[in-house]
């Protein structure tokens, strides 16, 4: 399962480099920011990824223990946020989604996914 979602990760941040690409603005409103944005599932897999200058890279594994942006979450409910099926705002409210970090930094989780 971990390569699984290491691939799916992998997905994530392919689509937002080239969302970031075709879209000045949004590169353009992430230019100068660097956070690290961890992914930490309850199976006890963790991921890494930089965010540096409008583009995610860096992706690895284990996550580092401490970063700007966390994200906690189940496989299960991680899949249905990739693939839309629950927006971010629905699985914090039911507890399936615990997002960790500055105001700032849990906004522009928004725009990650």
Do not use: C, W
């Not at 353009?28 to 992914?39: C, H, K, P, S, Y």
């Not at 540096?52 to 496989?75: A, C, F, I, Q, W």
């Amino acid at each position: 399962m971990t390569d699984d979602i290491a691939q799916t990760i992998a997905s994530v941040v392919d689509r937002f480099n080239r969302h970031a690409a075709t879209h000045p603005k949004v590169a353009e409103e992430l230019a100068g920011r660097q956070r690290t944005i961890a992914v930490r599932l309850t199976d006890g897999s963790s991921y890494a990824v930089d965010l540096h200058d409008g583009k995610l890279e860096n992706l690895r594994s284990p996550s580092p223990p401490t970063v700007d942006v966390s994200l906690r979450t189940d496989v299960a409910t991680f899949r249905e946020l990739v693939n839309k099926e629950i927006g971010p705002m629905k699985a914090i409210v039911t507890g399936r989604l615990k997002l960790e970090g500055s105001l700032e930094d849990k906004l522009l989780f928004r725009k990650l996914l």
